[in-house]
């Protein structure tokens, strides 16, 4: 198991780490990857790599989803962030062949943070076919 | 690693592919078989297979929760099915048992296209327990 | 694999099985664990255990993300459950060093009932890295 460290700079914001994934399991053979996340107002998702646009349409239908300010009972005020996070998923799992991640021409993994800006882990994990 | 071609017929569109996913383990041991969707506006998800209703009250759902018409940014136009992919998800990951996938009564594997009619396809690894 | 069994006490509601899970795979290696849920109107999701309003302000934004009396077809009248089950997701996987899961300082493992109360049960599979 390998650790990527993840420094985020806004309150919401999807940061791309599909190259750090994909050197970690260069030297690996043919399996999957699965890269968690240890934290629960962040969670992991793959989507489109090519247009930026995306990633922003994203954060905004899901700020629509679950706004700040529904009548939470959670006093630290981010059950929004909670809340997005179990929607996204706290892991993605990717095939590997012979090192090299399997995804799509327009696919990048993306660390979705939802209550930063924060230092964040990611535990990225190979497990063998 | 195996691969699935799936043909979708509409904009939104599950389409069931336990069947296929099953023939391919059926010779693998113990372990557990990830169906990963190599797209990005296309998703997989598990749900029932018994009343076709079901499928067709989760795509309404869906529609509902992320219309096409929100004001998003990205030009192509399709970013509520970039949305809905994130929210079911890139991959299932179901237990095996002796080439059995251990599917519950009324489990099935579904590809969720949510802008089709696209040629798509499924990668399937089997990573032994 | 082994199985687990929950009892659900109410319509909605978290139950959490952190420990049944950590207890299963302690005398597992390194890998990840699968913890999968053969059910259609029940999913898993990792969050908060610290504090009981996290679980709380879920099944609320749950709510009104898919309310019950949205106007679905399928007759048993349970589709919002079908609908919560494919937001949260059938599976979580999560990575294992020397027998212990490596979830963070405040993340919990939460059998996601939409549908109860039921006798539940629940599909734990290691795989090794």
């Known amino acids: 198991m390998w650790t990527l ?4 700079r806004q309150r919401v914001s999807f940061v791309d780490i599909t190259r750090d994934v994909a050197r970690l399991v260069a030297d690996a053979g043919d399996g999957a990857v699965v890269v968690f996340v240890p934290h629960t107002t962040a969670g992991v998702t793959i989507n489109e790599d090519a247009d930026p646009s995306v ?11 679950v706004p700040r300010d529904l009548p939470f009972a959670h006093a630290e005020g981010n ?3 909670h ?15 012979a090192g090299t991640p399997q995804l799509g021409t327009w696919q990048g993994i993306y660390f979705a943070e ?9 535990l990225v994990t190979f497990l063998p076919a």
């Open 5 to 8: 460290e993840v420094q985020t």
């Open 55 to 65: 990633r922003a349409d994203l954060e905004m239908a899901l700020e629509r989803l």
């Open 79 to 81: 059950s929004d962030a």
């Open 83 to 97: 809340t997005k996070a179990s929607l996204m998923g706290s892991s993605v799992t990717v095939p590997v062949v």
């Open 114 to 122: 939802f209550d930063g800006p924060r230092r964040r882990r990611v």
